[in-house]
């Protein structure tokens, strides 16, 4: 079902789009911060897109399928459903976004990454 720049698309649609985003940026490796950046857009803004709880990302959708090295048409619904998330703790990753827009707030962009680090560093291995 070709999506068209013309036509809104539905909230379906959207979601669609924001969940193969999600897809292909981790079929890829590459991280919420990395796109955002790529994209000239605060990891916030782009981590919002990426879970449908705003519609910006349809104005982008050329830009984020060349970041993706994706063709637009796959974004928006020409491939099968894709794989299922992997198996792990149901929502970690509305859980850790929402840890980063938490951080964000406290130590800006760059200061989230790094006290993020740091806590992983701290907390985070066997042992520490």
């Given amino acids: 079902m070709p999506t068209s720049t013309s036509a809104p698309a539905t909230e379906a649609q959207a979601q669609r789009i924001a969940e193969r985003m999600r897809y292909y940026r981790r079929l890829q490796g590459r991280s919420q911060e990395d796109m955002a950046r790529a994209l000239g857009v605060t ?8 879970r449908g709880e705003t519609t910006g990302h349809l104005s982008r959708l050329g830009d984020i399928a060349e970041v993706l090295e994706t063709p637009t048409d796959e974004l928006g619904g020409q491939l099968p459903e894709p794989a299922p998330e992997p198996v ?5 990753e509305a859980k850790l976004d929402r840890i980063i827009e938490l951080l964000e707030g406290l130590y800006g962009a760059v200061g989230a990454r790094a006290a993020l680090e ?3 560093d701290d907390n985070g291995s066997p042992g520490a």
Avoid: D, K, N, S
């Fill in 118 to 120: 740091q806590a992983l």
């Fill in 88 to 92: 792990g703790t149901p929502g970690i």
């Fill in 43 to 50: 990891v916030r803004t782009y981590a919002r897109w990426e």
